[in-house]
């Protein structure tokens, strides 16, 4: 089945300055992979997603970069406000057979004043 | 997007009891998962509930602890039975929109439980 990595488990920056979360994934049919981001006691929420068949995706402030072929894709956030604080999560899916979406653990994003 | 009806929000409960939830979609869904998150974790996939046939459970996850019903294309539920102090955690049901290409995974609000 599908393994998902997620690193790191913690982020501290600045208000300002840019946050990068990379993922690897271990199966090579996976072709969908989104983003989700989850403030305290609160339902993840789908920020941004990729497919397999783009390497880039941008939406304003977030970009997803995706090597298919090193099976790992990042989330970059720039110019970082408090708001963006919370808990992200990168996940796989594979669209074709409808396996499950496996998540990665989590990495906690702090963004301090 | 589909919108998500997950109740109850929250429940406190009593070791030995049982916790069912429900979850409602705006719209005709083939697919529906339950997961769950327990505290300061990631999110586990206990089962996929498909419309007309039985729920098709994760490792670790089995059918008399977890039943789930899917009587149609936009409710589901998903029972906790003899809760245990380790079973609390949120659980959130979620839908898959394969329509197209509009392949997108939403979440209900989820349900916090807590086992005394």
Same mark, same amino acid.
């Given at each position: ?113 | ?28 869904? +083939? ?10 974790? =990631?999110?586990? *996939?206990?089962?996929?509930? %498909?419309? @007309? ?23 589901? +539920? ?10 609390? =955690?949120?659980? *959130?049901?979620?839908?898959? %929109?394969? @329509? ?17």
């Amino acid at each position: 089945g599908e393994n998902v990595e997620q690193h790191p488990s913690t982020l501290s920056v600045q208000e300002g300055d840019s946050a990068v979360i990379k993922c690897t994934y271990s199966d090579s049919a996976s072709n969908y992979f989104p983003w989700y981001k989850q403030e305290l006691g609160k339902r993840p929420q789908l920020i941004i997603d990729i497919r397999s068949n783009v390497g880039e995706k941008k939406d304003q402030r977030i970009a997803v970069t995706l090597n298919k072929t090193a099976k790992h894709f990042s989330l970059h956030i720039t110019e970082t406000q408090p708001e963006d604080s919370a808990v992200y999560f990168c996940a796989a899916y594979d669209t074709g057979t409808a396996s499950k979406l496996t998540f990665g653990t989590g990495t906690r994003l702090q963004v301090t004043l | 997007s589909a919108v998500i009806s997950q109740k109850p929000s929250r429940d406190i409960c009593q070791r030995g009891t049982s916790l069912t939830i429900q979850c409602q979609v705006d719209s005709q869904v +083939t697919m529906m998962f339950w997961y769950r998150q327990q505290p300061g974790q =990631s999110l586990t *996939l206990i089962a996929t509930a %498909n419309q @007309g046939s039985e729920a098709t459970y994760e490792s670790g996850f089995v059918i008399d602890k977890f039943p789930i019903s899917r009587p149609n294309l936009t409710f589901s +539920t998903l029972t906790v039975s003899n809760l245990s102090p380790e079973d609390s =955690s949120i659980y *959130l049901c979620s839908v898959e %929109n394969r @329509g197209g290409t509009n392949e997108k995974l939403f979440f209900g609000s989820g349900t916090q439980l807590s086992v005394l």
